[in-house]
């Protein structure tokens, strides 16, 4: 087990474009998390999945944010006509979900809108 | 809403002395957990220590312990015999219901040989 894998690490991006990242948990961790933060701040949660489902949706997540877990593997999430607002790191975590508390991270996807 | 408040943004310790990094937090919940961790530069968050908060023996993890004070809805960690690999930023988070983190602004710390 590798741990929690992100891709990109970083993303360059003209704003108005569209980007897409993607994160790998742990193997049979159920639960899945997408976090923001921007410099100087501590994570902030955006969204996160039971599986295939998408539990729950921060108000941080406009329209333009969607996310996806197919198959309750891997999950993406895009962001639509960016913004530079957007820039920051965006982090995924995953965690066995059953009572399990802990959350494993990854490394995290610095965005950079110009 | 719960809140996390971590008011130190920065600490420096002399290595193989002690730190104790602050935390408060705001809740209306009874059942919940408290977390530690720490995100060395360009490196992902690991988890430090976790304290639930039905329990109220303080928990430790060799070097790190807490003093979790639930009335006061205080939760701050001691970092003993520090070293220069402790070096990092340290954020606080709260945790109940759906498992999701509200996590405090951090505060760096810089352990100085």
């Known amino acids: 087990d590798t741990g929690v894998s992100q891709n990109p690490r970083h993303k360059i991006t003209k704003r108005g474009q569209n980007v897409t990242f993607r994160c790998d948990p742990i193997?049979?961790?159920?639960?899945l998390y997408w976090y923001r933060q921007t410099l100087g701040q501590g994570p902030e949660f955006l969204t996160y999945?039971?599986?295939?489902?998408?539990?729950?949706k921060s108000r941080l997540l406009s329209d333009r944010f969607s996310a996806e877990r197919p198959k309750g593997s891997f999950s993406t999430l895009e962001i639509q006509r960016t913004e530079q607002g957007d820039s920051a790191m965006y982090l995924c975590?995953?965690?066995?979900?059953?009572?399990?508390?802990?959350?494993?991270f990854g490394q995290g996807t610095r965005l950079t809108v110009v | 809403a719960q809140t996390v408040t971590q008011s130190q943004p920065e600490m420096s310790v002399q290595e193989a002395e002690t730190v104790t990094l602050s935390c408060t937090y705001d809740?209306?919940?009874?059942?919940?957990?408290l977390f530690w961790y720490k995100q060395p530069p360009s490196r992902q968050m690991i988890l430090v220590i976790r304290q639930e908060a039905y329990k109220q023996q303080n928990a430790t993890e060799n070097r790190f312990s807490v003093n979790f004070q639930k009335a006061a809805k205080s939760f701050s960690l001691k970092i003993s015999d520090s070293q220069l690999g402790d070096t990092a930023m340290y954020f606080c988070?709260?945790?109940?219901?759906?498992?999701?983190?509200?996590f405090g602004t951090g505060t760096r710390l810089k352990v100085l040989a």
């Open positions: 193997s049979e961790h159920n639960r």
């Open positions: 975590a995953s965690s066995l979900g059953m009572g399990d508390t802990e959350a494993f």
């Open positions: 999945f039971q599986n295939e489902a998408q539990l729950e």
């Open positions: 988070a709260y945790q109940s219901g759906t498992y999701k983190y509200i």
């Open positions: 809740t209306s919940e009874s059942n919940y957990y």
